[in-house]
């Protein structure tokens, strides 16, 4: 049981994303090892302001050649598409938790590249945003 003060805690973390942006601060540090860190995360952090109030996407780990390469170890006979199975696996292993269970392709169980592309862009800009969008 927790207290009130533990819960009003919990509750401002979950309102300002403040676990998801340490999580995702974290991970760019993690993946990118700059010379100088402060300097990096102040220049992620400005990235993310300026996404919020105009046109961009907020800094995120993975991009659109991180995902064509998911999608080729996927898809290893070059077909040009996935299973649903495979889709939701990749998307969950990209550490999305809420994403398009039916995108186009999965009633035939054929995710194109194209569509898997454009799901997960999607939902890691989402994820990354860290602010209500």
Same mark, same amino acid.
């Given at each position: 049981?927790?207290?009130?003060?533990?819960?009003? +805690? +919990? @509750?401002?973390?979950? /309102?300002?994303?403040?676990?998801?942006?340490?999580?995702?601060?974290?991970?760019? *540090? %993690?993946?990118?090892?700059?010379?100088?860190?402060? @300097?990096?995360?102040?220049?992620?952090?400005?990235?993310?302001?300026?996404? /919020?109030?105009?046109?961009?996407?907020?800094?995120?780990?993975?991009? @659109?050649?991180?995902?064509? =390469?998911? %999608?080729?170890? *996927?898809?290893?006979?070059?077909?040009?598409?996935?299973?649903?199975?495979?889709? !939701? @696996? =990749?998307?969950?292993?990209?550490?999305? !938790?809420? %994403?398009?269970? %039916?995108? $186009?392709? +999965?009633?035939?169980?054929?995710?194109?590249? $194209?569509?898997?592309?454009? $799901? =997960?862009?999607?939902?890691?800009?989402?994820?990354? =945003?860290?602010?209500?969008?």
């Amino acid at each position: 049981m927790s207290t009130p003060r533990e819960q009003e +805690a +919990a @509750e401002y973390l979950d /309102k300002h994303k403040i676990i998801e942006l340490t999580d995702n601060l974290t991970s760019m *540090l %993690f993946f990118y090892r700059p010379d100088r860190p402060r @300097e990096f995360l102040i220049d992620q952090l400005e990235k993310l302001k300026v996404s /919020k109030v105009g046109p961009g996407n907020p800094p995120c780990l993975f991009n @659109e050649s991180n995902l064509d =390469a998911l %999608f080729g170890i *996927l898809d290893p006979s070059h077909q040009g598409f996935i299973t649903s199975n495979q889709y !939701k @696996e =990749a998307l969950k292993t990209l550490g999305i !938790k809420n %994403f398009n269970e %039916f995108p $186009e392709g +999965a009633s035939d169980d054929r995710i194109s590249q $194209e569509t898997f592309i454009k $799901e =997960a862009t999607e939902r890691l800009v989402g994820s990354t =945003a860290t602010f209500q969008q």
